[in-house]
């Protein structure tokens, strides 16, 4: 068994270790290492200070440049508007400390780009916003990987706490490699190939960890139940087309649309589900979003154009006040009665979803309240391979409601029964849809 042992003297404690080598090591030999470990920590330390420095000042004039887009060009407003600053020359003197220690003591090789890849992160961090992070080369890279609906990965659908950083399974695919391995919605994924890969940014641990090329394999272990009890499983990725909707015709002329994450296919797959089950004969609607993590705004806007009347759907204001808004522009809406299904995993897009919905007063919202992320980020490259996502702006629905951190109380509150499956005759909270919609008119 190994200890971890506190040093109270740690000067006594150095000098101990420095007169034990000197005792192993002749004079000269001594003074030519220190001579190499000299010539060695000034070299690294200079090109690590200039290197931060330089990727400080660029990200500063990104963040200029941004802010300057959404100031109008008014630059002056811009530094008028912050009063804080960081000290540069107090960070840059720390640096340079705390290089010294690592170079005279750490007992293992220093990687460089990790370390500095590490003070970015670091900086990202220290604003306490779980939505604002630092990304890697490799991370920028594999975020820019277009899906456009297909992927080679599990066919799973997750969600992230803001606050734990735990990773859970909210959704899995029929005929995926997710449910073919037995991968259960409530899962929290604990490790990937032995690796913990708690804390992790979820689009990062789906993109670079989850996903892969086709065929290949990995395990997962994930903590399954209230014990949390420990599960391997063995999955190989293959190509996944995501079905982001799913439709099909209920009793009564109920119509049933499930809507898992919003990706650049979502709108038209939504649009299509609707005139498939008008040709059936649907007049009442059913749109379940419990589960959905988010996605993409556009997706949200034109899904809400095509069933809303002529208005203000959506705005966005960053910490200026600067206001963004969207509109539906009236040319086509859904007139039949309607039910929003959400539940605590209903996050971001589907909650711009459901207060838009809400505030028309298009129809009823039935299940449990929703995960309250009300608010947008931004990703901003730095020019060399990295990036930052930052939290730029509150979105509102046309009231002007703050969902962020409370959440949407649905009109009708339902808990789901013990062991009842989403989309089947055991789920009660759909079961409370129906019943709403068949005394509507």
């Known amino acids: 068994m190994f200890e971890h042992r506190e040093i109270d003297d740690y000067e006594k404690y150095i000098n101990e270790r420095q007169q034990g080598r000197a005792g192993m090591e002749g004079p000269g030999l001594r003074e030519e290492r220190n001579r190499e470990r000299n010539q060695k920590r000034k070299g690294r330390m200079n090109g690590v200070i200039g290197f931060i420095l330089g990727i400080m000042t660029s990200f500063v004039l990104v963040y200029v440049g941004f802010a300057f887009a959404f100031n109008n060009g008014n630059v002056l407003s811009l530094f008028l508007k912050r009063n804080n600053k960081l000290d540069y020359k107090k960070i840059e003197e720390k640096t340079s400390v705390l290089q010294n220690i ?13 370390v500095e890849d590490g003070i970015y992160a670091g900086m990202m961090n220290g604003l306490g916003d779980p939505y604002t992070v630092y990304y890697t080369k490799e991370e920028y890279k594999a975020l820019n990987e277009d899906t456009e609906g297909k992927y080679s990965g599990i066919g799973a659908v997750v969600s992230q706490n803001p606050n734990t950083k735990i990773i859970t399974i909210v959704k899995i695919f029929d005929n995926s490699p997710a449910n073919d391995a037995g991968l259960q919605v409530g899962d929290i994924i604990y490790k990937i190939d032995g690796e913990e890969v708690a804390g992790t940014d979820m689009d990062i641990l789906v993109k670079t960890k989850i996903r892969g090329e086709e065929g290949t394999s990995f395990k997962m272990t994930v903590l399954r139940g209230d014990d949390r009890k420990e599960v391997e499983l063995d999955l190989t990725r293959r190509s996944i087309e995501v079905e982001t909707v799913a439709g099909k015709m209920l009793d009564n002329n109920i119509g049933y649309i499930a809507v898992s994450q919003f990706d650049a296919v979502t709108s038209e797959q939504f649009k299509s589900n609707i005139e498939s089950l008008q040709s059936q004969g649907m007049k009442k609607l059913i ?17 809400l154009d095509y069933i809303l009347p002529e208005g203000l759907v959506l705005y966005t204001e960053d910490k200026y006040g600067e206001r963004e808004e969207y509109y539906s522009d009236g040319s086509h809406e859904l007139k039949i009665p309607m039910v929003v299904l959400v539940n605590e995993n209903s996050a971001s897009a589907s909650e711009v979803f459901t207060a838009t919905f809400r505030d028309f007063e298009w129809g009823k919202v039935v299940g449990k309240t929703t995960f309250g992320k009300g608010i947008v980020q931004n990703v901003l490259p730095l020019g060399d391979g990295t990036a930052v996502k930052i939290t730029t702006q509150h979105y509102y629905p046309p009231s002007g409601y703050d969902l962020h951190k409370v959440g949407i109380k649905p009109d009708v509150e339902v808990d789901l029964n013990e062991g009842a499956k989403i989309g089947t005759d055991s789920d009660n909270q759909l079961s409370t849809a129906i019943d709403i919609l068949k005394n509507e008119e």
Not at 102 to 114: A, G, N, P, Q, V
Not at 288 to 303: A, E, I, S, T
């Open 102 to 114: 690592i170079d005279r003591y750490f007992l293992f090789d220093e990687d460089m780009t990790k």
């Open 287 to 303: 749109v379940d979003l419990r589960g959905n993590p988010g996605g993409l705004l556009d997706q949200v806007v034109d899904m």
